[in-house]
C-alpha cells in the first residue's frame, strides 16, 4: 500500500531539559549551549532542507 506524505511538521525544542517529575536537569557549563537566534535559525534551516531533499529522493524513486 503506497502512502503519500504531503505535509511534514517539526517541532524542537532548545533549553534547558525537565527531567521526569518536573525537576530542570543541571545546566550545562558556559558556552556549551546557548545558542543565539541566528543560530536556532541555521539549524531548523538546515534540518528543513535535509528532510526536503530526502522526500524528494523517495519522491523520485
Known amino acids: 500500500m503506497a502512502m503519500e506524505i504531503r505535509e511534514v511538521a517539526i517541532h524542537l525544542a532548545i533549553g534547558p531539559s525537565v527531567a521526569p517529575g518536573g525537576a530542570p536537569t543541571p545546566e550545562p557549563a558556559a558556552g556549551a549551549g546557548g545558542l543565539t537566534p541566528a543560530q536556532h535559525e541555521a539549524i531548523v534551516s538546515a534540518c528543513v532542507a535535509q528532510v526536503l ?5 523517495i519522491e523520485a524513486r
Open 53 to 57: 531533499q530526502h522526500l524528494r529522493q
